[in-house]
Antibody, heavy 118, light 108 residues
Framework: EMQVLESGGGLVQPGGSLRLSCAASGFMFGDYAMSWVRQTPGRGLEWVSSITGSGRTTYYADSVRGRFTISRDNSQDILLLQMNSLRVDDSAKYFC???????????WGPGTLVTVSS | SYVLTQPPSVSLAPGKTATITCGGDNIGSKSVHWYQQKPGQAPVLVISYDNDRPSGIPDRFSGSNSGNTATLTISRVEAGDEADYYCQVWDNASDHFVFGAGTHVTVL
């Protein structure tokens, strides 16, 4: 069974940093692009960032470009999201998801909560 | 940037057919994916590539996509279908994934 599981969320002050991890299992991790999507409580889904299977190409939402860095370790089947210069409006539940061949996200992890507050 | 427009809510009685639209400029030229999200849970893919159902998704769920509108149809709606539904595409022009704002389906 394909699974992804996020970790690393928590409470951080504005301007601080946090690194999220996503452990994958049940599929050939390096063969698939991966993405991060976030959701503010009671709000909709917002795509954050994606990375190709090789890790050579990355994509970012305008709201996080220059502050967040996506990366992956294909030897350990782990996806990472380094978040710097965090703002209050970055507070959200962050989901990791595997991308299918036509850009569909499946499966998703249960998410990890990031709270940016002083 | 590319925008996807969904109605905020749809309400219907059990056994009826729910139709959820997702509007976008020439969306018929893109692959549209649909997700179901129940409270406190992660989203689940219910339709990919306009009208493909992943394994385990009931055949009551179907999709279509043409022109400026993609549609998710849920036939014979059940109480367990009550959830938020989101459409999603890849926008080649911006190299961004885009989600619609979501539609809450209420089963009366």
């Amino acid at each position: 069974e394909m699974q992804v599981l996020e970790s690393g969320g928590g409470l951080v002050q504005p301007g601080g940093s946090l690194r999220l991890s996503c452990a994958a299992s049940g599929f050939m991790f390096g063969d698939y692009a991966m993405s991060w999507v976030r959701q503010t409580p009671g709000r909709g889904l917002e795509w954050v960032s994606s990375i190709t299977g090789s890790g050579r190409t990355t994509y970012y939402a305008d709201s996080v470009r220059g502050r967040f860095t996506i990366s992956r370790d294909n030897s350990q089947d782990i996806l990472l999201l380094q978040m710097n210069s965090l703002r209050v409006d970055d507070s959200a539940k962050y989901f990791c998801a595997k991308e299918g061949m036509v850009g569909a996200f499946d499966p998703w992890g249960p998410g990890t909560l990031v709270t940016v507050s002083s | 940037s590319y925008v996807l427009t969904q109605p905020p809510s749809v309400s219907l009685a059990p056994g009826k057919t729910a139709t959820i639209t997702c509007g976008g400029d020439n969306i018929g030229s893109k692959s549209v994916h649909w997700y179901q999200q129940k409270p406190g849970q992660a989203p689940v893919l219910v339709i990919s590539y306009d009208n493909d159902r992943p394994s385990g998704i009931p055949d009551r769920f179907s999709g279509s996509n043409s022109g400026n509108t993609a549609t998710l149809t849920i036939s014979r709606v059940e109480a367990g279908d009550e959830a938020d539904y989101y459409c999603q595409v890849w926008d080649n022009a911006s190299d961004h994934f885009v989600f619609g704002a979501g539609t809450h389906v209420t089963v009366l």
